[in-house]
């Protein structure tokens, strides 16, 4: 109408189509350094729980021992077990720590616990001394109910019955073949304890060393309790000197051989 030309449809769209392209282009651009820092992030947390993990704010401040029994030196356990305060806790490996205590002789059972953020508890049970054990050499040693060579002393304990074995391991072996030995030596009351010298095996069972020379026969019990109860009831009736042998495997009926020279 006054002249001028009408504006052309690409004036109008040319600005607008400039502008969406540039938006476009930024938004992955946008999200790639989204990524990259969020990556950057990740890697720094990651090294500093990492160097959290090393540093002497995690590492072992103590080791406590708590065990039931009293043979084994607390020190010993915290030696075998290879934990080190200062080390990091998470290096601690608490099934071969227990592993490594579970060698010592005297122990039967043994766990141990982290407890963060930086003490290292050490549980123990200790097996008990049951007899001493003496071999033909006169080697001593002290065995549990399982025959497991728990020690091996200079002399035997006194508040302990004796077997006599054929051979004796080191320490931490078991000894085989004395199971009825043991089962006999169970059953020894105290006021046996200073009757019997020692139980040995023989081809009717056990057999008890007394005092003064004299064998007694036990034969094959099954807990040895009635035939030791038989035995503490002829020795309260007899004159030892003048007995020879003493037969309690059928413990109702005890058969004694006396030295008729001596004794008439």
């Known amino acids: 109408m006054d002249g001028q030309p ?9 600005p607008p189509d400039k502008v969406g392209t540039e938006s476009v282009e930024e938004k992955p651009a946008v999200r790639r350094l989204w990524w990259v820092w969020s990556l950057l992030a990740l890697v720094v ?12 704010l995690l590492d072992v401040d103590e080791v406590l021992v708590d065990g039931v029994g009293g043979r084994l030196d607390r020190l010993l356990v915290v030696e075998v077990s290879g934990i080190r305060t200062g ?29 963060w953020p ?3 508890r050490i549980w123990f049970v200790e097996r008990q001394a049951v007899v001493n054990a003496v071999d033909p050499t006169g080697r001593w040693a002290l065995l549990d109910g399982s025959a497991t060579v728990l020690e091996t002393p200079v002399i035997p304990e006194a508040d302990l019955p004796t077997i ?3 051979r004796l391991g080191p320490e931490g072996t078991r000894v085989t073949g004395v199971g009825p030995l043991l089962e ?3 059953a020894v009351t105290t006021d046996l304890r200073a009757w019997i010298v020692a139980l040995v095996p023989a081809g009717s069972g056990v057999r008890a060393e007394l005092v003064g020379g004299v064998d007694a026969d036990l034969g094959r019990g099954d807990d040895y309790r009635d035939e030791m109860r038989s035995l503490a009831t002829v020795l309260s009736r007899v004159v030892l000197g003048c007995v020879v ?3 309690v495997s059928i413990h109702e009926n005890p058969v004694v051989r006396r030295d008729e020279v001596r004794c008439g």
């Open 6 to 14: 009408p504006a052309s449809p690409t004036d109008e769209s040319g």
């Open 45 to 56: 947390l990651t090294v500093g729980a990492f160097a959290a993990t090393r540093s002497a």
């Open 87 to 115: 080390e990091p806790m998470v290096d601690v490996s608490s099934e071969a720590a227990a592993r490594r205590v579970a060698t010592l002789p005297w122990v039967a059972e043994a766990k141990v616990v982290r407890d």
């Open 118 to 120: 930086g003490t290292v």
């Open 164 to 166: 006599r074995v054929d």
């Open 184 to 186: 006999a030596a169970s």
């Open 245 to 247: 042998s003493i037969d």
